[in-house]
């Protein structure tokens, strides 16, 4: 069975940084294209970003397009998302997940938090 694990959440202010880390287990990595999601408080979990098995190919949502960077290590089975000028509305949990989402292996996910 799939196992997601996040990592990095945390707080930060306002125009700051953070990087989070997931590591999944149970899956041939390398195959799967990988997602980050979030979801906000009273929100619908949407998708932030993904990228290919490969890792050459990245989409991301409007709203963090050119402020987020997807990557991945393969060798690792790991995805990370950089998150810079963040902004309050990017407050939520995150999650990493294939793309599209494996159903019922959500991982506990990243708290994070933006706040002056």
């Known amino acids: 069975q799939v196992q997601f694990v996040e990592s990095g959440g945390g707080l930060a202010q306002p125009g700051g940084s953070l990087r989070l880390s997931c590591v999944v287990f149970?899956?041939?990595?390398?195959?799967?294209?990988m997602g980050w999601y979030r979801q906000g408080p009273g929100s619908l979990r949407e998708l932030v970003a993904d990228?290919?098995?490969?890792?050459?190919?990245?989409h991301y949502a409007d709203s963090v397009k050119g402020r987020f960077t997807i990557s991945r290590d393969n060798a690792k089975n790991a995805v990370f998302l950089q998150m810079s000028s963040l902004k309050p509305g990017d407050a939520a949990v995150y999650y990493c997940?294939?793309?599209?989402?494996?159903?019922?292996?959500w991982g506990q996910g990243a708290q994070v938090t933006v706040s002056s």
């Open positions: 997940n294939t793309r599209p989402a494996t159903s019922g292996s």
């Open positions: 990228i290919s098995s490969g890792g050459r190919t990245t």
């Open positions: 149970g899956v041939t990595f390398r195959y799967y294209p």
